[in-house]
């Protein structure tokens, strides 16, 4: 059985963090050991929450409990997300070092979040250069949206050439898979969304219709679903297509139902059988 370290943030009421990426791993038959970054009642978009953040030594101590148990080269993958803090971020690291030396096949998926378009940048100072510097050069796997590739590359993308350029600086950085979600080059329509996964020098897109929905949490299942099917199929341009036609299903029944939430539960069936798919094209 595969199992992940998810590190993340956690909230009761909702999904992002692993409240968004846990329950679709496990839907996949994936064993999952999630690590909270934070516990909160509800993601901060809401403007009012309560609950505390943890630290990097708090994560520490988890996972060293975990590996008390002698089980840490059994794990097959770190995924992380938001991070709160630099010396979280570095816990996160740290964790990643001790699996591969527990396992050496071990990979690490990082959602290297730092912004989005319209918001800018909304992580505290310094996680934006750990990202770049750090976490990034680590990671085997990152899913950075458009604007946070066109940070790590350091350039601004429009045309497809540029963005495929943009996503070799990123994999000069360290990791061998890319994907770039919510990609909006200048041939893509108004209508539509782009995603595009890069592995080995090549680059595969696929194009979903825009849906008229605002909610938190979808980076952070589409990257643990992305790492799912990457683990299973070892092809990024497959692995796209199964978490893109995923991702678009639930986001189409949360937008049916005029949802302030992902309806995470309620479309569990489109993980593992989406009920509609996708072209995987090779640009």
């Known amino acids: 059985m595969v199992?992940?370290?998810s590190i993340q943030s956690h909230v009761a009421y909702g999904h992002v963090g692993n409240s968004s990426a846990v329950f679709p791993l496990q839907?996949?038959?994936?064993?999952?050991?999630?690590?909270?970054?934070?516990?909160?009642?509800?993601?901060?978009?809401?403007?009012?929450?309560?609950?505390r953040v943890f630290d990097g030594p708090a994560i520490e101590e988890i996972v060293q409990g975990i590996a008390d148990r002698g089980v840490l080269g059994r794990c097959d993958a770190v995924l992380s997300g938001y991070l709160g803090s630099a010396d979280i971020?570095?816990?996160?690291?740290?964790?990643?070092?001790?699996?591969?030396?527990?396992?050496?096949?071990?990979?690490y998926c990082c959602d290297p979040v730092i912004g989005d378009v319209g918001r800018g940048v909304f992580v505290r100072p310094g996680i934006e250069e750990f990202m770049r510097d750090v976490a990034v050069p680590a990671a085997d796997v990152v899913t950075p949206n458009h604007f946070e590739l066109d940070l790590l590359s350091g350039t601004t993308t429009g045309s497809i050439a540029s963005v495929t350029d943009a996503v070799a600086a990123v994999h000069d950085l360290g990791p061998r898979v890319v994907l770039t979600t919510s990609l909006v080059a200048e041939d893509t329509p108004a209508d539509a969304v782009d995603l595009l996964a890069s592995e080995g020098g090549r680059h595969y897109r696929v194009r979903t219709p825009r849906l008229d929905v605002s909610v938190n949490g979808a980076g952070d299942a589409i990257a643990a679903l992305f790492l799912a099917h990457w683990l299973d199929t070892r092809s990024a341009?497959?692995?796209?297509?199964?978490?893109?036609?995923?991702?678009?299903?639930?986001?189409?029944?949360?937008?049916?139902?005029?949802?302030?939430?992902i309806l995470l539960v309620d479309a569990q069936e489109e993980f593992v059988s989406p009920s509609r798919s996708f072209e995987v094209v090779e640009v």
């Open 3 to 5: 199992a992940v370290l």
């Open 237 to 261: 341009g497959e692995a796209l297509g199964r978490a893109a036609a995923s991702v678009f299903g639930l986001l189409a029944r949360t937008e049916a139902a005029g949802s302030r939430e």
């Open 89 to 107: 971020g570095h816990a996160v690291v740290d964790t990643v070092t001790r699996v591969r030396a527990a396992n050496p096949e071990a990979v």
């Open 27 to 51: 839907r996949l038959g994936i064993e999952v050991w999630p690590v909270h970054t934070v516990q909160f009642s509800n993601h901060t978009g809401y403007g009012e929450w309560t609950g």
